[in-house]
C-alpha cells in the first residue's frame, strides 16, 4: 500500500497534535427578531453540521470560513473577524481513520444565498431556530456556541 504525503501527513495527527479547521456560523434575523441558523450536512455520514474547512493559504481564517459557508451552502454575508469559539471534532478519513481536529467559529450574518453553489448537490441546508439547531448538531461544544450566539443577538 503507498502512501501519499497527504496522508502520511494526516496520519501523523495520531500522535495527539490538533489539526485547525475554520467554521462559518451562518445566521440571519427572521421575522419577529427572531434568529434562524443554518446547517448542513456531511458529505460522508450526513449529519447536520456547521460550514468548515481547512485554512487556505493567503486567506485569513474568518475568509477561509466565509469561503466554506459559499462553498457548502452558497450564503454570502457580513463574517465575523474574531472566532465566537472553537470545538473539537473528529473528522472521519476517506481510509476509516479518524483525525482530531480543533475548529475555530466565525458568525457570518447571512444576506443572501446564491441559486447555485459548488457542493450544492451533496448536501442538504436548513435554517433552524437557536434551539432546534443547538439540539440539532452533535458536539456539545458546537451547541453551546450556537446558544452563545443566540443570547449575544438579542441581549
Not at 490538533?18 to 443554518?38: D, F
Not at 474574531?82 to 470545538?87: A, I, K, T
Not at 476517506?94 to 481536529?101: P, R, Y
Request: proline residues 5%; positive net charge.
Amino acid at each position: 500500500m503507498a502512501f501519499s504525503k497527504e496522508s502520511m501527513r494526516k496520519s501523523s495527527n495520531a500522535a495527539g497534535a490538533k489539526r485547525v479547521q475554520y467554521a462559518a456560523l451562518p445566521y440571519r434575523l427572521s421575522g419577529r427578531s427572531r434568529t434562524e441558523v443554518m446547517l448542513v450536512t456531511s458529505r460522508e455520514t450526513q449529519r447536520w453540521i456547521i460550514p468548515k474547512g481547512w485554512p487556505q493559504r493567503g486567506r485569513a481564517p474568518y475568509d477561509s470560513a466565509a469561503r466554506e459557508a459559499f462553498e457548502e451552502a452558497g450564503v454570502v454575508g457580513a463574517v465575523g473577524r474574531r472566532s465566537v469559539g472553537s470545538f473539537p471534532y473528529e473528522k472521519r478519513l476517506k481510509g476509516g481513520g479518524v483525525m482530531v481536529c480543533e475548529v475555530h467559529v466565525f458568525p457570518l450574518k447571512v444576506t443572501r444565498q446564491s441559486k447555485q453553489w459548488p457542493e450544492k448537490e451533496q448536501r442538504d441546508v436548513k435554517w433552524l431556530s437557536i434551539k432546534q439547531a443547538a439540539e440539532t448538531v452533535h458536539e456539545p461544544m458546537l451547541s453551546e456556541i450556537i446558544r452563545r450566539l443566540g443570547h449575544k443577538l438579542v441581549d
